[in-house]
């Protein structure tokens, strides 16, 4: 890490208000305005703030309650963070330092919180680019390539992509089970920290975690190999009771530079792949992003549309809400999918019910005459009714049954608690009503309803938009 000073002595001026005291009150810096991250994979780009620069999810977070540096004047931290080795080198200018009632924020532990050991000195992280230069090349030796069948319209991102330069684009499993994944997990943590929201690293000593890399394998004028990680997956397998596994996805990056070049869907392709040849129960995604959440609906619906055993329950949803008068309750109920179609979704394509349900009103809205105004109508209450039965149970609360979720670190898909209330009102302290009137509620159920049909349309538009192309 180097410290420079810019602007020499602080001048006399300077420390006279600093005497007074009050006449200026240091108010700080947010954290993410004076600090920069710069990727970059040769030691001629680094001090170079024309390198290219990363958008953190939240650097505020490290820097105490407030996320402010205090006592610094023109503070700018850039650091240089090294995509062949995953190292880091800070440098820090700043024109003068006063304490101005908040004291002098210490920015080392605070970098440290973030990159640990993997922040060095100016020399060594330069060195890094030879010396590391086949740093994750012979780690991924050992990991197995994800076999993928790749379609003509899916080629830029089939699981083993020769690309016009030459290179090749592969995914690769690897287990945590040895000491060299667990060292490269532990060199991609600051990306993690950085870039997924509300992200913390894994349990590398849990043998049940696996790592997912998409590489780019390319050779240079000598004719060596060079591997770049282009993003990963973190896979948890857990039991599923009585005799099967679960995958879930832990985290999921891939590197700015190579976003929305169809990495990230690689990536989920080749899970969903493994858990369909080790015939694993089903893929979930731990407390995913809005973006992941509508990339993996463009994906399963794309599956689920290519998927013979549903094609008579959508075509039985889409004719009812085609002639219906969805006034009538049996009508709307009818739209939801049978519960042996979302088994058998399960079963072949290891889609978790959830999901399906996500992609079951996609699916519907794809097959129905949109330029219909009584389809769309009936297509709108039918959304309507279904958001509102995922809010309240009624029959749950004719029977004076409620179910609560309770949020926990393991699956909180997976736990509830049923209360039972002996006068059919709500039971104590666990009133899902929060307080306002009926027409506040109804005021945010239409804003909830008004989401899911925006979601559902573009949904709607990308995958139709990929079946066009
Ligand atoms: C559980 C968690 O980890 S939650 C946190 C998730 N991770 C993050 O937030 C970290 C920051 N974000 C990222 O790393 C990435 O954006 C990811 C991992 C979420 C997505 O990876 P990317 O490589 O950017 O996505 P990718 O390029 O594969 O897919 C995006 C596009 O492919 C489209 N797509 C989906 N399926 C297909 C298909 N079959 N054919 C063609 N395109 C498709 C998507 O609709 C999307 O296009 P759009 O945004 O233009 O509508």
Known sequence: MALKQKGGEISAEAKKRRRVGFANIDTGVEASECIKVFLVKSGDEVGSTNSFCINPVDLNQFFGEDGKIYGYKGLRVNIWLSTVSFHAYSEITFESTSDGGKGITDLEPALQDIFGELLTEKEQFLQTFSTERNFIRNIVSDGAVVPCKTSKEDDHA???????????????????????????????????????????????TDPRWEIFLVVKKVQDPLGDCITNVLGFATVYRFFHYPDSTRLRIGQILV???????????????????????????????????????????????????????????????????????????????????????????????????????????????????????????????????????????????????????????????????????????????????????????????????????????????????????
């Open 255 to 469: 590197l700015p530079p190579y976003q929305g070049q169809g990495h990230g869907r690689h990536l989920l392709e080749s899970v969903y792949s493994v858990a369909v040849s080790e015939n694993i129960y089903d893929v979930t995604a731990e407390e995913p992003s809005d973006y992941l959440q509508y990339l993996r609906a463009c994906i399963d619906t794309k599956r689920l549309l290519c998927f013979q055993p549903i094609k008579p329950a959508i075509n039985s949803v889409v004719s009812c809400l085609k002639e219906g008068n969805l006034s009538k309750r049996i009508c709307r109920s009818s739209s939801c999918p049978p519960a042996s179609v979302m088994e058998i979704a399960r079963q072949k394509l290891k889609i978790n019910k959830k999901q399906f349900l996500r992609c079951w009103e996609v699916l519907i809205y794809l097959n129905l005459n949109q330029e219909n105004s009584k389809c769309t109508e009936n297509f709108r209450a039918w959304v309507s009714d279904r958001v509102k039965s995922d809010i309240v149970d009624k029959d749950a609360v004719d029977s004076r049954k409620h179910l609560v979720e309770v949020p926990n670190d393991y699956d909180h898909d997976m736990t509830f608690v049923v209360c039972w209330s002996q006068n059919g009102g709500e039971p104590d302290g666990i009133d899902g009503n929060q307080g306002g009137s009926q027409s506040t509620q109804d005021e945010q159920l239409n804003e909830l309803v008004k989401k899911r049909l925006e979601d559902i349309v573009k949904i709607t538009n990308k995958v139709s938009a990929i079946l066009r192309n």
């Open 158 to 204: 089939s699981n083993s992509n020769s690309e016009a330069d030459g290179s090749m684009i592969e995914v690769i499993r690897m287990k945590q089970d040895s000491e060299p994944v667990c060292l490269l997990y532990s060199r991609l943590v600051p990306l993690v920290l950085l870039l997924v929201d509300g992200g913390s690293p894994i349990d590398v």
